[in-house]
């Protein structure tokens, strides 16, 4: 498995709460990505890194930001979570544009 | 705007059957991906396809690209129940986006 870590896994929270997932690879990869994943649309890109502090939006980006301060790190926040945020996230890293990416394990979140 | 569309969503199919499963894109696109997922586990990289034509065979699986159908095509040769699993296809969009199918949960019977 490619080294690819994801935190929380698991996490419930209240509407209104500000939230961090933490995506974290080992292999030194350039381009990194968050995803959601929801019944029936497969999975849809949030944000993704093509670098540290280099980032873009991806095809649902409203509500979310994100940071990349080392090579290592993708950060996804969530400012103010809503009940329409809840789902399965993953990230997932490439060693380049156009390269066949490698997902983490996910985080399930909640949002109450 | 790049949609792609999975067929059939749901599959249920005896073991040692054949059977295809469709992957149709609605605008051009050089590269197309199949994955695999299991229930409550990440995305597993079958097949990378690049260039129209091209064919990739794993064990009872094969994957073809046809660029000007805009298709993909992921064959099952007589399934086995491990290979009860969700089947997505994505396609390159706008350089870094990549656009994934509904995809299509596969239940092999014995």
């Known amino acids: 498995d490619a080294g690819i870590t994801q935190s929380p896994r698991h996490k419930v929270t209240e509407t209104g709460t500000p939230v961090t997932l933490r995506c974290h690879q080992t292999?030194?990869?350039?381009?990194m990505y968050w995803y959601r994943q929801d019944p029936g649309h497969g999975l849809r890109l949030i944000h993704y890194?093509?670098?540290?502090?280099?980032?873009d939006k991806g095809e649902v980006s409203d509500g979310y930001s994100v940071s990349r301060s080392k090579t290592e790190d993708f950060l996804l926040t969530l400012e103010s979570a809503t009940s329409s945020q809840t789902s399965v996230y993953f990230c997932?890293?490439?060693?380049?544009?156009?390269?066949?990416?490698?997902f983490g394990p996910g985080t399930r979140l909640t949002v109450t | 705007e790049l949609k792609v569309e999975q067929n059939p969503l749901f599959l249920s199919m005896q073991e040692g059957k054949n059977y295809t499963i469709y992957c149709n894109y609605s605008?051009?696109?050089?590269?197309l991906y199949w994955y695999r997922q299991d229930p409550g586990k990440s995305l597993e990289s079958l097949f990378v396809?690049?260039?129209?034509?091209a064919v990739k065979q794993e064990g009872r699986l094969m994957a073809s690209l046809d660029t000007k159908a805009r298709l993909s095509t992921l064959h099952i040769t007589a399934a086995v129940h491990d290979l009860s699993a969700t089947y997505f296809c994505?396609?390159?969009?706008?350089?870094?986006?990549?656009?994934f199918g509904a995809g299509t949960r596969l239940t092999v019977k014995p």
């Open positions: 890194s093509y670098g540290v502090k280099d980032t």
């Open positions: 292999e030194n990869h350039r381009y």
């Open positions: 605008t051009t696109s050089d590269r």
């Open positions: 997932a890293i490439s060693e380049g544009q156009h390269y066949e990416q490698y």
């Open positions: 994505a396609v390159d969009y706008n350089n870094n986006d990549m656009r």
């Open positions: 396809l690049l260039s129209n034509g």
